[in-house]
């Protein structure tokens, strides 16, 4: 088990892929080659196109173009980065998506930190305060915390090995009524599910596999921040590589020959594409694919999902909370509303806390205005910390699902879906013209930086191999 046990949410994301994973089938890209050198590398005149320019599609440009290969890369924003991107519009750098990197140890994403130059936090020490809408204790041990991941990956692991397509709330809501969680009320029940599984999944449990937790690997050594943003990392790998910015893909059309790309800016003819596109945009039928992938691909898009989860930061004139708390909980009722508020480094300089929101619940929060949006969050706020705390200065809100170019966070197995075979057909490349990465291809990091960047690697090394 993990040490970060008594956290939640995207801690809870490396502890879920940790604790109810169990090891899973560890996706092709878990072992990936380390990134590809000069000194190995074969020139090939090959052309190819990288579509996206988030980690993955960075990280196997980077690759190709050292390995000799002629590599342009298509964004559709007017930014790389994708859903790591740091928002500076506040003075204050504020990560819009991915805000750790899980485990130092064996983490490709802490290497790239390293040498891109890149100045990391120091380790983080997890901690938390509790609070209950009405009042009462919050009563919920990292004991019972333990207990409950434990009893889940059981039964993930079984509803792994049946391949069946019961639904995480099924087995969940089945384990619930026949006492396995003795030392947690329906309350307490209900908010582990929502913060542990649904916030940390992205996705509700009714819509979730009961073998979600199947997958994924041990997130091991600290976690750690990148105060000046992680953005700085897709900076660092997009020097010298030609991105075209503002480029939507709009269809894709290939054969044994090459790759034919239409785009908002006109075509492109490659070789070789890697697509490395979002689940959500993939699910989404934005992007016409002639002729049509194959069924495996078909079904996988299907299966995996585009969760969503969402940040509300809030920039106070002054520090209210206590500085040595990372987290605190609050349950809410209904279940999952504004229920976990995070207090970030560099309190001596700002004083932000950042709450998530997660699945439905944060989807249909993206319809709201940011003044709605932050009324709701300061009753809760004031129930927690007293009337008298200040209004905020400033309120970012992210939008994931709306975002037309991620429609989601990440990535989680839809009901349905076998772990494992899904994200393997979804990464499978296609007449060795069409190559596909992202965090969602990635079995054992799916949903993370590390996912991306592993993926981005594999895609790669599959490109040199064919080309040659
Ligand atoms: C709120 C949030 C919190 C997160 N927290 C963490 C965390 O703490 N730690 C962690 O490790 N991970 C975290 N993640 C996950 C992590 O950010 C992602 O897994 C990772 O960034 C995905 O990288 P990618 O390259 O696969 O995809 P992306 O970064 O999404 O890159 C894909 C690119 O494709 C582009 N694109 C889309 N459609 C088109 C089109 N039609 N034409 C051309 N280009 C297109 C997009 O604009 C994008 O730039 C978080 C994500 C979110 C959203």
């Given at each position: 088990m993990?040490k970060k046990?008594?956290l939640?949410t995207?801690?809870a ?8 994973g169990?090891g899973?089938?560890?996706?092709s890209d878990q ?12 020139p090939?005149a090959e ?9 993955a599609?960075?990280t ?8 000799g ?7 559709a924003?007017e ?10 519009s506040t003075?204050?750098?504020?990560e819009m998506?991915a805000?750790?990197?899980l ?5 490709a994403?802490?290497?790239l930190?390293v040498e891109a ?6 380790p983080?020490?997890?901690n938390?305060?509790?609070?209950v ?8 041990t990292?004991e019972?915390i333990d207990?409950f991941?434990?009893e ?6 079984i509803?792994?090995?049946?391949q069946?397509?019961t639904?995480f709330?099924e087995?969940a809501?089945?384990?619930?009524e ?10 307490e029940?209900?908010y582990?599910?929502?913060?542990y599984i649904?916030?940390?999944y ?5 819509l ?9 690997s041990?997130?091991?050594g600290?976690?750690v921040t990148?105060p000046?943003?992680y ?18 893909v709009t ?7 090459g790759v ?14 890697v697509?490395?596109?979002?689940i ?19 079904d996988a898009?299907?299966l995996i ?5 969402n ?5 106070f004139?002054?520090?209210?909370w206590?500085?040595n ?5 609050y ?6 509303h504004?229920?976990e508020?995070?207090s970030?480094?560099n309190?001596?300089?700002y004083?932000?806390?950042m709450?998530?929101?997660g ?5 249909e929060?993206?319809?709201?205005t940011?003044?709605?949006i932050?009324a709701?969050?300061?009753t809760?706020l ?6 008298d705390?200040p209004?905020p200065?400033?309120v970012?809100q ?6 037309p ?6 990535s ?9 075979r899904?994200r ?6 296609v ?6 990465a992202?965090?969602a291809t990635s079995v ?5 930086s590390?996912?991306?960047i592993r ?7 599959d490109v ?5």
């Open positions: 993990n046990l008594i939640i995207l801690v994301l490396s502890i879920n892929l940790v604790s109810c169990g899973g089938g560890g996706g072992a990936a080659s380390p990134a590809v050198n000069s000194t190995t590398a074969t090939v052309k190819i196109i990288v579509v996206g320019a988030g980690l599609g960075l196997a440009a980077k690759d190709m173009k050292v390995a290969f002629d590599v342009t890369v298509l964004e924003r930014h790389i980065g994708g859903r790591t991107y740091t928002d500076q003075g204050i750098p504020l998506g805000h750790w990197i485990g130092i140890n064996q983490s994403t802490y290497e930190a130059g890149v100045a990391v936090s120091a983080f020490t997890w938390s305060q509790g609070w809408f009405d009042g009462s204790p919050f009563t919920i990292s019972d207990l991941n434990q889940l990956a059981t039964g993930c692991q509803n792994y090995q049946a069946s397509s639904s709330e087995m809501e089945t384990k619930y026949n006492g396995n969680f003795p030392y947690l009320n329906r309350r029940f209900d582990l599910i929502s913060t649904e916030i940390s992205a996705g509700d449990v009714s979730m596999s009961a073998s979600q937790c199947w997958e994924g041990n997130y091991v600290n976690d990148i000046d943003g953005s700085q990392l897709s900076s660092y790998l997009a020097q010298g590589l030609d991105i075209e910015l503002n480029t939507v269809a894709v059309t290939y054969d044994n020959q034919t790309i239409t785009t908002s800016k006109g075509v492109y003819s490659a070789d070789r594409a697509m490395t596109v979002p959500g945009v993939l699910r989404s039928g934005d992007i016409q694919f002639s002729p049509t992938l194959p069924q495996s691909k078909l898009i299907n999902g585009s969760g969503t989860i940040k509300t930061y809030m920039i004139p002054h520090t209210f206590d500085t708390t990372v987290l605190f909980q349950m809410s009722d209904p279940k999952g504004f229920s508020w995070y970030f480094d309190l001596e300089t004083s932000v806390l709450a998530f929101n699945g439905s619940e944060a989807i929060m993206e319809s709201l940011d003044e709605e932050t709701e969050a300061m809760i004031r129930t927690m910390f007293g009337a705390i209004e200065v400033d970012i992210t939008r994931w699902n709306s975002d170019f991620a429609k989601g966070a990440y989680f197995l839809r009901a349905g879906a076998v772990a494992v899904d393997n057909n979804l990464g499978a490349n007449l060795a013209r069409l190559f596909f992202g965090e054992a990091n799916y949903a993370t590390e996912g991306a993926s981005g690697r594999k895609a790669a090394i040199i191999n064919f080309a040659n």
